[in-house]
Structure formats: C-alpha cells, structure tokens
C-alpha cells in the first residue's frame, strides 16, 4: 500500500514539475492537446498534461516596431528611398470564440505575419507614391503614412494584428537631383536677398527725394520769407521819401538812384571785377555809338 501511495506522489510531482508553467505579463500561450488547439491562457500559473498538452507558442502582446526601407518613384519622375517604420501589436480584444480572437489568428494564418505585413506596406507605398509630386512627397509625407496606414491597418486586422501607426522617418534623394535642389533653393534665396536689396534701395532714394522737396520747400518759404522783408522795406523806404515832401515819382527815382549807388559799391569794394557799360536803348544802335563817342571824349578831356 505505501509503495501505490509513494508511486502515486511521485507522479503528481512529476506531472507538477514537468506541466507547471508561468505565463509572463502581456503575454498569452497557445496551448495544443494532442496536436490540435486547445485553448489560450493568460498571465499567471497554470499546469498541463504533460506529454498530451503542449505550449506551442508565447505570444507577445506589446507594441513592437519593424524598420525597413523602399525605392518609389514620384509622378515627375524622381526615385525616392523611403525608411519606413510601423508601429504593431497583436489584437487582444475579448471575442466570443476564441478561434476568432487576435492571439489565434496571429499564429494559425500566417506563417511569417511581420514579411507579410511589410509587403503590404512596400505595395501600399508605391501605390500611393506616383500620385505625388517630389515637393508634394516631402510637404505631404505624414498624410500619405497615415492614408497607408488606414489600408493596411485593414488588411493584417483580418491576421489578428493592429498596426497602430506607420511612419516615414526619411526620405533620400539621387545625389544629381539632391544637388539641382541645392542649386535651385540657394538661387531663390538670391532672388530674394536681390528684391531686399532693392527695395532698401528704393526706400533710400525715395526718402533722399522726399527730404529733398521737403528742403526746397522750405527754402522757397525762406526765399519767400525774404522777398516779403524786402519788399516791405522798400515800401517803408519810399513812405519817408514821401513824408520828406518829395512827389511819388520823385521819390521812386531817388529810391532807384539810392539803391544803384549801393550796388556800385558794393561792386567798387571787389577789384576784381570789370565794368560794363551798357546803352539805355538798344533798339537805337546809333545812340550806342553816340554815348561809346561821348564818353571818350570825356576820357580825352580829362587826360587833358
């Protein structure tokens, strides 16, 4: 009777031991009986049959990333290299059968999910590629992982996978169109700095012409100013002519000979200027020879 009850105690060990397992945090196990599916566990101790029950497979359930790279040509021609990278996770929503859930068909449908999810991707790209302009690929390359993501998100739902996002992280030019590039930008940044330099040019010469006319206007309120001055004097001038008793035209005349004399010496006081005489008519040229005859005979007498 001991002997049963020792060999029975060893096997229960036995089958403990050898059918004990530990399923880690956002992992599920696959668990196959007699070759066939079982069921999925989740997180925590569990036991099975040892030889009749077998894990067939730990399936992770966090996010993971896959990197990968991919030539596209765009609709003016330029072949672009892409580095992709695509956020994924298996599906861990409950369902009422199991078979129909993430974890199983992540396993039991596709022999290598990550290459057919990248295939996907590289189709979905270079489909989506041609459709865009080189500028268009690079102002507009978030709209188009994003419109990627959405298709493909669609076709691995059916393998149990959620790809979460889809991202281009880089896009590489030919090393010729990379330079025609360069050469176009920096000649639009001289076409720029041209138009400034142009426009601080206009601005100077503008405000130069501006304070140009504001000057000349205020020299002809200068100018003005003065004639006025002028003018009132003279006024003034032929007031006390007149108030000495003298007839108007009497007292322009001494006004006109008063202001001759001070021209001629102010002129007498420079000596190096020549003097003129020129006739009062010169509608009468025989006046003219007249008065040149008079006035060397005056210089003759006066030698004398």
Do not use: C
């Amino acid at each position: 009777m001991r002997i049963w009850l020792i060999l029975l105690i060893v096997i229960v060990l036995a089958i403990i031991v050898t059918g004990a397992y530990i399923v880690q945090q956002q992992t599920n196990v696959i668990i196959e009986r007699l070759g066939k599916f079982h069921k999925v566990v989740g997180p925590g101790f569990h036991i099975k049959i040892p030889v009749i029950d077998r894990i067939v497979s730990r399936v992770n359930m966090r996010t993971s990333q896959s990197t990968f790279d991919i030539n596209a040509k765009t609709q003016d021609n330029v072949t672009v290299q892409m580095d992709i990278a695509a956020q994924y996770h298996v599906n861990g929503d409950h369902v009422t059968d199991i078979t129909d859930s993430g974890v199983y068909r992540s396993y039991y449908m596709l022999q290598d999910p990550i290459a057919q999810m990248r295939s996907y991707l590289i189709d979905a790209l270079r489909s989506a590629i041609p459709n865009y302009t080189l500028d268009e690929v690079f102002a507009k390359k978030d709209d188009i992982a994003s419109e990627v993501n959405q298709t493909v998100s669609d076709m691995m739902r059916v393998y149990g996978f959620d790809v979460v996002s889809t991202l281009i992280t880089n896009i590489g030019l030919p090393p010729d169109v990379e330079a025609s590039m360069n050469k176009i930008n920096s000649a639009q940044r001289e076409q720029v700095a041209a138009q400034a330099l142009a426009e601080a040019e206009r601005i100077k010469v503008v405000t130069v012409a501006k304070a140009n006319a504001e000057a000349m206007e205020q020299a002809g309120i200068g100018i003005a100013a003065q004639r006025r001055a002028i003018a009132d004097g003279i006024a003034k001038s032929i007031d006390v002519i007149r108030q000495s008793g003298v007839a108007t035209d009497e007292a322009n005349e001494l006004f006109l000979f008063t202001q001759w004399t001070d021209m001629m010496e102010s002129f007498a006081k420079n000596g190096k200027q020549s003097t003129i005489v020129l006739p009062s008519n010169f509608s009468e040229t025989a006046s003219m020879f007249e008065q040149m005859l008079v006035a060397q005979q005056t210089d003759e007498s006066n030698k004398h």
